[in-house]
C-alpha cells in the first residue's frame, strides 16, 4: 500500500481488507502478514546544494543535469537512495525504517557540511 502514511494505519487497512475478503470466502481464516519495504521520506535542508561539485566530490552518484534535475546518490549505510536538489530539498527512498530516514539525512546533511557545497539561503 504505497499511500500508507503511519504503521497503525496500515495495519488497520491490512486487517479490514482480509476481514472483507473472509467474508466473501475469497479467503480462509488466518492472520495477515506484512512487511514494510520501502519508507520515502522528504527533507529540506534549507540550504542551497552545489551538485556540480558534489557530483565530483562524492561516491556512488548519477548527476545528469539534462536528464533529471536532482543528484542521486546511493548510501551504503544505511542503504538508501537520496534525491538532492540544488534547492535543499531531498527525497530518501528504500528505507526500511524511519529511524534510516533519519540518519541518512544527518548522515547526507554532514557530509554537505564538510565537502562545503552548502550555502545558505538569502
Known amino acids: 500500500m504505497h499511500w500508507c502514511k503511519k504503521r497503525g494505519r496500515c495495519e488497520k487497512t491490512v486487517k479490514q481488507i482480509v476481514s472483507a475478503l473472509q467474508n466473501k470466502g475469497v479467503i480462509k481464516d488466518g492472520k495477515p502478514e ?3 519495504q520501502n519508507v520515502v521520506a522528504s527533507a529540506n535542508l ?50 526500511k525504517k524511519e ?14 557540511l564538510d565537502l562545503g557545497v552548502l550555502k545558505p539561503k538569502s
Request: glycine fraction near 4%.
Open 99 to 112: 529511524e534510516d530516514v533519519r540518519i541518512a539525512v544527518e548522515k547526507i546533511y554532514k557530509r554537505l
Open 46 to 95: 534549507y540550504a542551497e546544494v552545489n551538485l556540480e561539485s558534489l557530483a565530483l566530490l562524492l561516491e556512488n552518484v548519477l548527476y545528469e543535469p539534462e536528464q533529471f534535475p536532482g543528484l542521486i546518490y546511493r548510501m551504503d549505510d544505511p542503504k538508501v537512495v537520496l534525491l538532492i536538489f540544488s534547492s535543499g530539498k531531498m527525497v530518501c527512498t528504500g528505507a
Open 34 to 36: 506484512y512487511q514494510i
